[in-house]
């Protein structure tokens, strides 16, 4: 059974940082991308950041020079350091994984999903 377990999620003041953790199980995810989605109550999930298996990043407009997507194949682990956070940053955090093994933007290309963590940045 595949699993996307995020963790590192929690309450930061404005100006914070946060590392988020994606821990995969059930079969390796080393040629494949992975990204971090976000979602808030009443709106569609956001395309936060995500990479390919090469290392190439793609990162949403608001969320680049900010956070850093990474992964560790040998730990089948992808990360997400979240500097400078916002109040707007508040959401819940979910990673993503995609068969195909092609970056993408929309979350409808991906297959494999964590329960997601929340974030919350006080001002």
């Known amino acids: 059974q595949v699993q996307l377990v995020e963790s590192g999620g929690g309450l930061v003041q404005a100006g914070g940082s946060l590392r988020l953790s994606c821990e995969a199980s059930g079969r390796t995810f080393s040629a494949n991308p992975m990204a971090w989605f976000r979602q808030v109550p009443g709106k569609e999930r956001e395309f936060v950041a995500a990479i390919a298996p090469s290392g190439r990043r793609t990162y949403a407009d608001s969320m680049e020079g900010r956070f850093t997507i990474s992964r560790d194949n040998a730990k089948n682990t992808a990360y997400l350091q979240m500097n400078s956070l916002k109040p707007e940053d508040t959401a819940v955090y979910y990673c993503?994984?995609?068969?195909?093994?092609?970056?993408?933007?929309?979350?409808?290309?991906?297959?494999?999903w964590g329960q997601g963590t929340q974030v919350t940045v006080s001002s």
């Open positions: 993503s994984a995609r068969l195909y093994p092609v970056i993408s933007t929309s979350s409808r290309d991906y297959d494999y």
